[in-house]
Nanobody, 115 residues
């Protein structure tokens, strides 16, 4: 079955950095587009960034220039490098992919940015 496992969240001060990882199994990782989403308390889940199987990247305006999405097909893993973090980046971050028309989610990893 498809499994997505995030790691790397934590507590960081504003201006700091974190690197999230998402290890995937049960899919042919190299042909799947991958993405990151986040959900803050009381808010809807929102898209953060995505990377296509060909390596094309897209970002939400709120994170453009601060976050970098990448992937390592040999390790079946995608990453989200987050720099210049702001308190408004505080949320649970989820890894996601579409596989044969079904969307899959990881369990999420908490990122908390203190001011």
């Amino acid at each position: 079955q498809v499994q997505l496992v995030e790691s790397g969240g934590g507590l960081v001060q504003a201006g700091g950095s974190l690197r999230l990882s998402c290890a995937a199994s049960g899919i042919i990782f190299s042909i799947n587009d991958m993405g990151w989403y986040r959900q803050a308390p009381g808010n809807q889940r929102e898209w953060v960034a995505s990377i296509s199987r060909g390596g094309r990247t897209d970002y939400a305006d709120s994170v453009k220039g601060r976050f970098t999405i990448s992937r390592d097909n040999a390790k079946n893993t995608q990453y989200l490098q987050m720099n210049s973090l702001k308190p408004e980046d505080t949320a649970v971050y989820y890894c996601s992919t579409l596989n044969y028309g079904l969307r899959y989610w990881g369990q999420g990893t908490q990122v908390t940015v203190s001011s």
